[in-house]
């Protein structure tokens, strides 16, 4: 994917800048580590702009918390494309599964102010659209686990190895403790997560029509603690987040005026359990004011 | 009700005179095995819904709307949820039940999505369970009381029990075959033949479809003057002049 620019003074200069830009983001980046006291952290980056691409500890292995369910999205528009699946179609909202485990029934602890409107839909249907609205921009894990049944576990592994997205692997549905105490956990990299948006951010994944669609909802992200906190108020991030306990990740597609996007995947996991933390966003920040350099603003 | 035209009655279709694609889903009169072992053969005969509105419109009880029972999720397969819609004769049966279920505790009983009628092609139709037989009923609230606890569940299951022999209510718990967030009712496997349909036909496609319009019951339907009885009962049997029309 690497551009091989011609030996112009030009480009001499653009890969001067880019190999100060990466050293630059290094000790930037080691110095946020040990300032918020990061025990894991993962990093992937790809400018779309610049072609600039840069990697810290990619393929290590995360908890992938809600960051999973951007596999979710993906395997819910690969059945809508393939015709399997159409989004208006109505899903009984019923607050019981099914352990992938050992097949033992188990409820997610939900409540209004966890869930709002779904919770209101309790009993009745809702949309696949909606669901996948709201699994997304709420990160409501009710939602998730609901789509997680229309499609099948099976089908979501299926999506990521189509598209050759290694470094996400999806088990289980959300609260399935029966499955989380026998070792069986979602997982995600900075490359896999990486890889996951490059394809929604080129229209690649399952078509133009499909990425569009996952773009949108992604926009309407409610929470922007994280990659969003360490931009200008004018950006727009197609993310999705994964916090629990010790961990604090985000992933997603930046959009400023007059420019490319940029994909940035940024997981972090703390020793002990983290309430606030702006490690996130100061990644953001960084790769931010980095690219901001290289391009003479 | 001042209704005096007539309604036309339902239509009831053979099930093997459907397009091939519907009878394949709906599966007339095959023997499918029910969690016990136990063989049934599946319905034959159906009211056909030419439409979304005449399913909101028909009651099949003063309280229960023909839609009431056609409620379903994905699950059921993308055919069967498309309008004309088919449901079992004994759907009848189950709604007389209800109603009497609804009568006794004075509230309006909810079905749950996927707790009417089934097909035999629905992903919950795993073993022959009398949703397919459109003889079962999930209860999943009744008045305002959402049905999600054992104390709820297990009081309503006895009302049943005491109302009549004829449901078998599903125990509280949370195995197979149990219930935690609603409540199962059913009546087994009843298939019925209406009186207008006639048996001496094959089991398999007619070049002449078969199927016939079931008749109004209640005279007012049918256009009858509707005019006040004879007094054949004492009045004090009966109550009120009201009780006429049970
Ligand atoms: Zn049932």
């Known amino acids: 994917m690497a551009k091989s620019p011609a030996q112009t003074p030009d480009a001499v200069d653009v890969r001067q800048s ?15 580590r040990g300032r918020h006291e990061i025990e894991r952290l993962g990093i992937a980056f790809y400018d779309a702009e610049t072609t600039l ?34 989004l208006d179609e109505p899903v009984h909202v019923r607050n019981k599964f099914v352990s992938i485990y050992d097949r033992k029934p188990y409820m997610l602890d939900i ?44 089908v ?17 549905g959300v609260e399935d403790h029966g499955a989380f105490e026998a070792g069986l956990n979602n997982e995600v990299t900075a490359n896999g997560l990486l890889k996951l948006l490059r394809l929604v951010a080129e229209g690649k994944a399952y078509g133009e029509e499909a990425s569009a669609q996952m773009r949108e909802i992604l926009l309407d992200q409610r929470y922007k603690s994280g990659i969003p906190a360490g931009l200008p108020q004018a950006a727009r991030v197609a993310h ?13 597609i930046v959009y400023l005026e007059g420019r490319k996007p940029y994909v940035l995947v940024i997981l972090t996991q703390f020793s002990s359990e983290t309430g606030r933390t702006t490690a996130v966003a100061d990644v953001s920040r960084d790769i931010y004011e980095c690219l901001a350099g290289m391009n003479g603003g | 009700m001042a209704e005096t035209e007539t309604e036309s009655g339902l239509k009831i279709v053979d099930a093997f005179d459907l397009e091939p694609d519907l009878r394949a889903l709906l599966r007339p009169g095959e023997l499918v095995e029910g969690i016990g072992g136990q063989y049934h053969h599946l319905p034959r005969y159906f009211y056909e819904i030419p439409s979304h509105e005449a399913a909101r419109q028909i009651r099949v009880t003063p309280h229960f709307g023909l839609n009431e029972f056609l409620l379903v999720d994905l699950k059921e397969a993308a055919r069967i949820r498309a309008f004309p819609r088919y449901v079992p004769c004994a759907i009848r049966i189950l709604a007389f039940y209800l109603e009497r279920l609804r ?74 075959g149990k219930a935690d967030d609603h409540i199962h009712v059913d009546l087994g496997y009843v298939s019925i033949v209406p009186r ?3 048996e001496d036909r094959l089991e398999g496609p007619q070049p002449r479809p078969r199927f016939a319009y079931e008749e109004r019951r209640r005279g007012d339907r049918r256009g009858w003057p509707r005019e006040p009885l004879p007094e054949v009962l004492p009045a004090a049997a009966h109550g009120s002049p009201s009780g006429h029309d049970k």
């Open chain 1, 53 to 86: 691409q840069w990697s810290y500890n990619a393929d290590l292995a995360f908890h992938a918390a809600s960051t999973m369910k951007l596999a979710v999205l993906l395997a819910v528009f690969r059945q809508y494309t393939r015709g399997e699946l159409t």
């Open chain 2, 103 to 176: 009568e006794a505790t004075g509230a309006p009983v909810h079905l749950a999505v996927n707790g009417g009628y089934r097909s035999p092609a629905h992903k919950l139709s795993v073993a022959a369970t009398p949703h397919m037989w459109a003889t079962a009923a999930d209860v999943y609230k009744i008045g305002t009381v959402v049905l999600r606890e054992r104390a709820s569940i297990e009081t309503y299951n006895r009302l049943i029990e005491d109302l009549t022999d004829d449901l078998y209510v599903m125990p509280y718990g949370h195995e197979i």
């Open chain 1, 18 to 32: 880019v190999a100060k830009a990466e050293q630059s983001l290094y000790a930037s980046v080691l110095a946020i």
């Open chain 1, 240 to 252: 999705k987040t994964g916090n629990i306990s010790t961990v604090h990740h985000d992933a997603g």
């Open chain 1, 111 to 154: 409540n209004r102010d966890t869930e709002g409107e779904i919770y209101d839909h309790l009993g009745r249907t809702m949309s696949v659209k909606q669901l996948a609205y709201y699994m997304i921009t709420c990160s409501s894990n009710f939602a998730t686990n609901l789509l997680v049944d229309v499609v099948g576990v099976p």
């Open chain 1, 156 to 172: 979501i592994q299926t999506a990521l190895d189509e598209l050759k997205i290694d470094g996400i692997r999806v088990l289980r």
């Open chain 2, 196 to 198: 207008e349909i006639s």
